[in-house]
Structures are given as structure tokens and as C-alpha cells.
């Protein structure tokens, strides 16, 4: 475990050097273009939600659950499991 740490670190640190040996305008660029890019893949998205919610024209339509052995009068039906009363002797 100390040595993931320890490896981590040490990419971070030389990640972290490569940054700082940036121009402040170089780092200006890249910031600027990645939240470009982070902003058009947002309006994107909502864009594609937008689209997907206003062509949706079905409702869901809800009723009530139907038990399937609730009026079935054939003994030789399956009983629920969970319904089955077990008694220890």
C-alpha cells in the first residue's frame, strides 16, 4: 500500500512540475479550452434531455398489482413461500 502511495505522490509531484514550468498564458489556454469543452458537452446533454423529454408523449400508466394465486381455486397450484407458516416440533 505504501508504495501505490509513495508512486502516486511521485506522479503527482512530477505532474505538478510539468504545470508550474507552464507560461501562465499556456496555463490560461488549457483551462479556457477545457472548460470550453466541459461547458458544450453540458449544453449538449441538455440539449439531448430536452429533446428526449419533449418527444416523449406516453404517460406511464399505473394500476394495481395483480396476485397471481389470489383467486385460483386449483389445489394443485404453487403456494407463495412466504406465505407458508412453518412450525418447529
Not at 514550468?21 to 496555463?27: A, F, H, N, R
Not at 489556454?29 to 418527444?55: C, H
Amino acid at each position: 500500500m505504501n508504495k501505490i502511495k509513495l508512486k502516486l505522490s511521485q506522479f503527482l509531484k512530477r505532474i505538478d512540475n510539468q504545470w508550474q514550468q507552464l507560461s501562465l498564458e499556456k496555463q490560461h489556454q488549457y483551462l479556457l479550452t477545457f472548460f470550453l469543452v466541459y461547458g458544450l458537452f453540458s449544453v449538449i446533454v441538455f440539449i439531448k434531455i430536452g429533446f428526449d423529454v419533449a418527444s416523449n408523449k406516453e404517460s406511464i400508466h399505473v394500476e394495481h398489482i395483480k396476485q397471481p394465486f389470489q383467486n385460483s381455486k386449483d389445489s394443485n397450484s404453487v403456494i407463495d413461500s412466504s406465505s407458508t407458516i412453518h412450525k418447529k416440533m
